[in-house]
C-alpha cells in the first residue's frame, strides 16, 4: 500500500487576526491557542495517522525560515517547496504533487491548511481513513464540516448519493457562501456541509485531474518543478516559469468540475479556520461572563468580550460583545460582529503607508530576531538577538553608523580587516560604509543594544557580501 503524505499549505499572509497576524508574521506561526503555533498543531496531528510519511509544506520564501524551525522544535524533518509568487493553491498543490510522483505516483496526498484548529484529533483520524480507501480507488476527496450554525462566511457542498461507508457522499454540487436565509435552509436540511478547504487524492490522480481541466497551469508548474533548485533544506520553485502560471484554487480549477469524481467526507472534529477573532473567541475556553481573555487582563463587567493583551496590562471595563486585541505597537477595539471587516482598517494602513500592517515591532530574522525601542529623527535603537552558533550576513550600509552594546553573552564582531569579540557590557562602533559582520560564537543566545545613526535608517540599506541563508 502506497504511503499517505501530508502536504501543508502555507503560503498564507492573512490580515483578518491583524495586529496579531501581519504579512511578515501570518497567524499560522502564532500560538493563538495553546503553546504550539496553529502551523505546529497542524503537524502534530499527523502523528496518529497510520502509515503516515514527512511532510510536504508548501511555503513563500519570505516565511521559509520560520518553517523550518517550527519544524525542527517538534523534531521533524519534512520537504520545504519555495513558491517565489503566490498563484493560489492549485498551482501550489500541484508543485507538491509533481515531486511527491517523483519517487511514488501512487502516494496518496492528504491537503491541509496550516492555520486551521481542529479539536477532535480522534475524528479527524477516523475521517482521514475513510478519506484515503476512497483516494486509493481514484476519487477526488474533500471534506465536509457538519454545521452547528446557518454560517454565511464558508463556501458549502451539497451531500450527494453515498459512497461507501462511514457518511462519505459523492459530492452533488459545490455552493458558494450564502446569504443567511439560504444558510439556515441548508442548515435544516442536513444535506449541506461547510467547505474545510481540505483534500485527499493519489498524487497521479491530481496530475491527471489538473491535465484534463487546467493544462496551461499544469505545463507551467512542470516547468517551475523542472528547473528547481535545491538550497539548503529547501526546494526553489523557478521564478520566471512558476510566475508564467495562471492563479487559480483547487475548489475552480479542479473540485468543481469534476464533481461526478468528488467525493466528500463528513467532519464533526470541533474545526474552525480561525478566520476572524470571532471565530478564536468562539474557539477558546471562555469565563462564566463568557468573556475570553489572553495575557495581562483585567475585566470589569463585561461580557462576550475578547481581550487579548501581548505586551502590557490592559483593562476593561462596562464591554459588551467587544473585541480588544493589543501588541506592543498597534490596538484594536472592534464589535465583535464586525471583526470580519479588519481587512478594511489593514487596507487604510496601507494607504497611509505605514508598516504596521506588515511587520510587527519585533522582526524575526533566520538568525534570531531584532526589535525597534526608540526612533527619532537621524537616529534609531533596535535590541538584537542572535541565536548560538548563528551570524548576521556580512554587510555595510551606505547611509548609517552603528554602535553595539553587548548586553548578554558574547559577541564575535568582523569590522574591515579585524575580527575581535567582545563580552557582556563591552561596546563597539561601526563607521558608515565599513563591512562587517554580528555572530554568536557561544551557548546562549547573545543579545546586543544597536543605536544606528544617519541620513537613512531603512532595512534596505543593506549590501550583503556574503550570507548563509541564500538571502
Not at 131 to 149: N, W, Y
Not at 199 to 212: G, I, N, P, S, W
Request: hydrophobic share 45%; net charge negative.
Amino acid at each position: 500500500m502506497s504511503s499517505l503524505v501530508p502536504v501543508i499549505l502555507s503560503g498564507g499572509s492573512g490580515t483578518r487576526l491583524w495586529p496579531l497576524s501581519r504579512h511578515a508574521y501570518p497567524k499560522q506561526f502564532i500560538p493563538l491557542v495553546g503553546e504550539l503555533s496553529l502551523f505546529q498543531a497542524t503537524v502534530q496531528r499527523l502523528g496518529g495517522l497510520a502509515d503516515v510519511g514527512a511532510p510536504c509544506v508548501v511555503s513563500n520564501e519570505e516565511q521559509r525560515f520560520m518553517v523550518a524551525e517550527q519544524l525542527q522544535a517538534l523534531g521533524v524533518r519534512g520537504r520545504i517547496i519555495l513558491e517565489p509568487v503566490g498563484r493560489n493553491t492549485a498551482p501550489a498543490i500541484a508543485a507538491a504533487a509533481l515531486d511527491i510522483a517523483a519517487t511514488d505516483p501512487q502516494a496518496v496526498m492528504l491537503v491541509l491548511p496550516a492555520d486551521h484548529l481542529i479539536a477532535d484529533e480522534a475524528a479527524f483520524h477516523t475521517a482521514v481513513a475513510i478519506g484515503a480507501q476512497a483516494a486509493r480507488e481514484g476519487r477526488l476527496v474533500t471534506f465536509g464540516v457538519l454545521p452547528d450554525r446557518p454560517e454565511t462566511g464558508y463556501g458549502y457542498i451539497e451531500a450527494g448519493v453515498a459512497y461507501g461507508s462511514g457518511g462519505a457522499c459523492e459530492v452533488a454540487r459545490f455552493v458558494e457562501k450564502p446569504d443567511l436565509a439560504t444558510a439556515e435552509t441548508y442548515l435544516a436540511g442536513g444535506r449541506h456541509w461547510w467547505n474545510s478547504g481540505m483534500f485527499m487524492f493519489t498524487a497521479e490522480r491530481y496530475l491527471a485531474a489538473l491535465q484534463h481541466y487546467a493544462p496551461a497551469m499544469l505545463e507551467a508548474v512542470r516547468l517551475a518543478h523542472g528547473q528547481a533548485r535545491e538550497d539548503l533544506d529547501f526546494l526553489r520553485l523557478d521564478t520566471d516559469a512558476f510566475a508564467a502560471c495562471p492563479a487559480d484554487s483547487i475548489d475552480y480549477a479542479v473540485m468543481e468540475r469534476a464533481q461526478g469524481d468528488a467525493v466528500a467526507i463528513p467532519l464533526d472534529a470541533g474545526w474552525s479556520d480561525v478566520g476572524s477573532w470571532h471565530a478564536l473567541w468562539d474557539a477558546g475556553q471562555r469565563d462564566a461572563a463568557d468573556n475570553r481573555l489572553e495575557g495581562d487582563v483585567i475585566a470589569v463587567d463585561c461580557h462576550g468580550t475578547y481581550v487579548h493583551a501581548g505586551s502590557r496590562l490592559v483593562a476593561a471595563l462596562g464591554l459588551n460583545d467587544v473585541v480588544v486585541a493589543e501588541t506592543a505597537d498597534a490596538v484594536l477595539v472592534a464589535s465583535r460582529d464586525r471583526v470580519q471587516d479588519v481587512k478594511a482598517v489593514v487596507e487604510q494602513i496601507k494607504r497611509e503607508k505605514r508598516g504596521e500592517w506588515q511587520v510587527h515591532r519585533q522582526v524575526f530574522r533566520p538568525w534570531g530576531s531584532y526589535e525597534g525601542i526608540s526612533l527619532g529623527e537621524r537616529f534609531q535603537v533596535k535590541r538584537i538577538a542572535v541565536k548560538p552558533g548563528a551570524s548576521l550576513s556580512l554587510q555595510k550600509h551606505f547611509h548609517r553608523a552603528e554602535h553595539w552594546v553587548v548586553v548578554r553573552g558574547t559577541a564575535r564582531v568582523t569590522r574591515g580587516d579585524e575580527v575581535f569579540t567582545l563580552g557582556e557590557n563591552e561596546s563597539t562602533y561601526i563607521p558608515l560604509g565599513i563591512v562587517h559582520r554580528l555572530e554568536n560564537p557561544g551557548r546562549i543566545p547573545l543579545e546586543i543594544i544597536e543605536v544606528q545613526s544617519g541620513a537613512y535608517l531603512g532595512e534596505d540599506d543593506i549590501v550583503r557580501l556574503e550570507d548563509n541563508y541564500g538571502r
